[in-house]
């Protein structure tokens, strides 16, 4: 007899969530008779021609089993080993992936200190040293992350300030997008708009954190870089033999905005749960909720309660900064309810 | 609109066919609520309990998303740079990884010249040398494939002959068995049986061959080689974060047998193909058929001709040696139509 | 005709230095018959019975070709690669390495802020999280710089506090000491207790810029870190087939106290040119000058009308803040007059 | 007291050797003074030219620390780590570096059965396939060792042979002349006609092993292969910072035909030691002896006997193969005395 798992919905993460009822209808469907393995399918390119539809052409797209993988392998398309990537102290590339990057890529990361979970051209102007000397590493990609890891959202001006200043200075733009759906519905932007259009060489489209069962993709805009993507991507561990069950799942994100409409409604309860939580004087809300997620600060006696009964991660534990996120199938009940739970234990 | 995909079944691969319609039940059925990521889920739990139900107590077992994963991570975890793998030299790590054991362990792979794709105790005496020269790699792990890359079977007292080498000699024997369930079956043996009770040390157990939409299991056999495997794992890029959706299917193909059910049905189709094929003359059988694939020495001009209907791969070019596969699903009109059309082109 | 090279003495670095004739003298002095390679002879067993008398016996030390070699070997032996080394973000391996140490051992290195050239236990326990997250690069090693990049001197109870730290959460110290014998003669102490007696699990032990043509030594003073050194070694492409060349310099180096000698003789040379420096307001002394460097802060268009004459480093470029350093071979003469033309640019 | 080592010259190694004077005398004589460090000196510039007088110009040359440094830097150079480099499987970099090739650049070493140390054109076309099939590992690089492993020198037409094959084929033909002096004057060739004018593309320069004390030299023929070498080299820890003392070595090598004197003496030596091993028939010299190595098969009961007088290495042990090398200093008597000793033994 199956397991019976009790599954009550809660804030901790995009990646608690299941999969969309539309996505998994597309897994359901492409299940019938035999397909080429590895990409090489109609199912493929139906949803490479997607990507197009949403980005343009001249674009080259592979999936990827997760979002690690495809930001170190986005990485290393672009590098060899003894390149540097700039990135935010907080970027997820930097902390939360158990030193991927380096290992794989053998290059070294230089964190600069977020300001709201963001960096500026400013910063990585300041950053830019060493060129050309070879006792230092070799400064070749910015990498920012969009919807930042604080939940905020870059401008359009603060993107392209980044991208211009790396291609004056042969560098490229990678775009950490596990959430870029939700920025860009955050800027009222297509997905082109909020990447290739401000400069973005090269992007993880996150598939995983907005209702897909997994997968996401390396999108490259500038032609050239992914020539030999195919080997990288093999050699690193994240070619998919039954291809045709990821690429359905992007065909449904793509299709009639199911993107667009989840990002949304995330972001809409981030925003319900902030109003919520500010009823309480002692939660204090840390950075603009400017996406799908909620950063607040709260009495340390209250972080373990409330986590009795629900969990979720903190994220600056020295000053009692936890995070929240919504999700596609966050409801307002779950909202009210939750907020209500913090109200009664933070009181 | 969805894309049409025409997807006759073919004998290109196990992993062109789609998902078993038992895992696939339970896919969806996981799909309610939230639970935690990567892992830290009742279904994950439930899911390693059945693999303590096949294979016993004292046991480590750790999802991965493809069978490259499970095998590269599988020997970091025996090795150091600086050791070396043993292995055939068509064993799938060695031949169709693209290099990923070299690049992500750092370790030399070392091939012996296989026979009926298996590779014995003598021949690693043989290659066992230079052990404490400093300019030497050292030996530290065998690798074979069951079934093999021939479709062959290694007998128990072939497994248990290295298994006892390795561990006389202060190595570790690991098993490729991404379709260990049809080397099972072929031997009327049970899982522990065909592994942990012939000295298998670490385990690569395939699921995406056998029915599951994608995932593959490393299992410890020997206490004390795993314990930082959760960070090897997550380093190496192949964490996923929505688990339960792997566990599930690991789940399924461990509940009612579903892993004998499906690899005794491939391997019996395999058997009536090799039959058909035996009708013409034309075509010879090269290896034994033991497990769900047939390899055939066919003329050279029938390779193509016989590709434009049924796409499937050329084994050793130079030979006109090709293979032809089995799964869950094929048919035995399957297989009658496709030896009729192979007969036909043939002669 | 052999080349005639200008070669004035300056500031630039200590290893613009030559090799002090007692080394020389014995490198002669072994130029003479056959002798096995790779170390296995006794002028390398008669060095590191030299190592024993000044550290003790139960160490085991092994020569590497220079100081990038010497320190990430030692990191590699301490490290998996998912671990990571906290360090000054003005380390050298950090800064100057060219991201030797991640590409080699796989490992992050995390930069903690620099107070003259020195990190604290207390950084140390603020940067200690994420433990036994899988997450997270695991701390394993602490590695400081003695003397330090700023030409400072890590006083013995800083390493006591950094070593106890390490050593009460299972993680090690590694001590890149291109420099201990600055140190060590500065703090008055045998090189014993400037390392061993303070905690140092692994020292690159420097001999390049105290005055040998060329060589490290990585020494082990924790039983049980080097029994795989040899191969580590190897594969890192450090192992010197005609070793003696390089043991000879150590053994010389470590007799009569030549080590003290040049050292003591350097660091004087340091405290006069500090002291002659002083002199010209314009020129501010940034850091204590406690070893054989001095760290001066000069008006920005003296850079490069100094550098016409004397070639040196730019340290910190923003600030103006350059580096000039002595040798064993600087006399009273050179410093005068080095520094009454720094004193002619100034004014 | 300095350390007393009994030196007898032996046939071992030519890394046995020590420093040929004229090599030891130029050290001396450029041990004057500061000059700068890391190769931006007028020795290093020197050195360079001498090459350029032996190779025309239009080539670059970085020097290395030693051969493995040497090979591994000039297969990174053309290699991403999906590549493979094809090798003889008695190559060094094959069986004598311990993994650094694979552990450094990530690539796999594939191994063809040599013919008297060699590999052929018709090798490498047979095993050349898989070529933008993303599962296989790309080739990449054919390298090859001259004079070999084996004592035995490939001629003009043959590196030509592999040459073409190479460029055909959008490869490059690596050479590792750790001993290709040795080989240029075993064919009367000048050190250019035996490699540049053959079609190599990177040629490891041996020093070490012809009276250096210690460097090789990485030398590209082609232009745009090391545009980035001076990061891969520091990198890979090979940057010498007192690189005057490797230059000037270099320089004496190249001058006055030090190099050809040296490796004619050896390659002489070896010649007499054939002829006197010859007057013994239970001696069987196994391959021709082209350079500077005499590789016998002789009885097994001899082989530890000789090592109790004359240490050396066993080639190929099941088979009772010696190696035993000729050097600069090796004289006459040496050989006439060793080779009567030998015969005393086996008879």
């Keep these: 007899m199956p397991v019976q798992v009790q599954s009550r919905r809660g804030f901790a993460s995009d990646n608690n969530a299941g999969i969309h009822p539309e996505i998994l209808e597309a897994i359901v469907r492409a299940n019938s008779g035999h397909v080429r393995a590895y990409g090489d399918d109609d199912y493929t390119r139906a949803a490479i021609a997607k990507f197009e539809e949403h980005f343009g052409s001249g674009i080259d797209v592979f999936f990827t089993f997760n979002g690690t993988g495809a930001n170190v392998l986005g990485l290393q398309a672009l590098n060899r080993p003894y390149h540097a990537v700039l990135c935010s102290d907080y970027a997820h590339i930097y902390t939360d992936e158990c030193g991927a990057p380096e290992k794989h890529t053998g290059c070294k990361l230089i964190p600069l200190p977020h300001h709201d979970g963001k960096i500026t051209a400013d910063q990585v102007r300041h950053a ?88 996401e993709a390396v999108v490259f805009f500038r032609p050239g870089l992914s020539e030999d993507f195919l080997f990288l991507r093999k050699q690193g561990m994240q070619l998919n033999s039954k291809m045709r069950f990821v690429a359905v799942q992007f065909e449904a994100l793509l299709t009639n905005d199911l993107w667009r409409r989840s990002a949304e409604h995330a972001n809409r309860m981030a925003r319900l749960l902030e109003q919520e939580l500010r009823k309480s004087p002692q939660v204090r809300i840390v950075w603009p909720v400017e996406a799908n997620g909620v950063f607040a600060q709260i009495p340390r006696a209250a972080i373990a309660k409330i986590m009795e009964r629900y969990f979720y991660y903190s994220w600056i534990e020295d000053e009692c900064i936890v995070r929240w996120m919504c999700s596609f199938d966050t409801t307002e009940e779950d909202v009210r309810e939750f907020a209500a739970f913090v109200a009664q234990i933070v009181n």
Tied chains: 1, 2, 3, 4.
């Design 128 to 215: 830019y040293h060493g060129i050309g000397d070879q006792h230092h590493v070799q400064l070749r990609v910015i990498s920012i992350t969009q919807s930042t890891e604080m939940g905020t959202v870059y401008q359009p001006g603060e993107i392209r300030a980044l991208a211009d200043f790396a291609h004056q200075h042969d560098m490229f733009l990678h775009l950490d997008g596990a959430r870029i759906a939700n920025a860009a519905v955050s800027l009222g932007q297509s997905l082109r708009e909020a990447t290739r259009d401000l400069g973005v060489d090269v992007l993880t489209f996150g598939g995983t954190k907005n209702g897909m069962m997994g997968g």
